[in-house]
């Protein structure tokens, strides 16, 4: 989408014939960027750039225009009528979102933390009020992208090369699994450098050729459910 034009779109794609129709478009969506359904059937829409500010940010001789201004929306999907739960404050630039059993939001902002100052990564949202509060900022949630929560109520963030930059000897993106009441016990359960191992669903049989820049010693772990 155009994002000074506010052209996005929401769409409903049926999964046994790829129809697609549109559910909600324009108003503030200029950059959606991911959707989650709720408990009973209410629709969240994250757009990245809902309130467009750009804004040259600099760290060191890198500099990047930073078009920001996220939001996330409650989405009717029989009018279409898109309604503003959260906006501003810590979502700068965010990338995932998801649903925690409880019903509150959360959002994972990906640039922000790069910046020397802004810290916040993963953000929780009331969905009824729109508070926000910061619920990862440190250890190893640092460039978060994509962000689920698992059948046990734990929460896994997907960091796009935040093992590079930051907090990991290892190179490469990884996926951190937080648990806790306050999500401060973080584990990393996929770094990229086991990037194309895979388990065969049937058998259980676990095959990986590794490449030449994955040699070492790797520690793996495979959850089975049913």
Known sequence: PNVLSGNGELIRVDPVTGAQQVVSSGGEFRFPVDVAVGAIGEVYVLDRQAFYQSVVRRKGSFSYDDSSGGGVFRVDIGTGAQTLVSSGGALLYPSGLTIRPSGA??????????????????????????????????????????????????????????????????????????????????????????????????????????????????????????
Request: net charge negative; glycine share 12%; proline share 6%.
């Open 105 to 226: 939001l959360l959002v994972t902002d990906f640039l922000g933390p790069w910046f020397a100052g802004e810290i916040p990564t993963l953000v929780e949202i009331d969905p009824v009020s729109g508070a926000q509060s910061v619920r990862a900022g440190i250890g190893l949630v640092r460039d978060p992208m994509g962000v689920t929560v698992t059948n046990d109520g734990s929460i896994l963030v997907a960091n796009f090369a935040g093992c590079a930059r930051h907090v990991c000897s290892k190179p490469g993106s990884s996926i951190v699994r937080l648990s806790g009441a306050d999500l401060v016990t973080q584990q990393v359960v996929a770094p990229a450098q086991t990037a194309g191992l895979v388990v065969d669903a049937g058998t259980g049989v676990l095959t990986w050729l590794p490449a030449a820049n994955q040699l070492g010693a790797h520690e793996i772990r495979v959850r089975a459910s049913d």
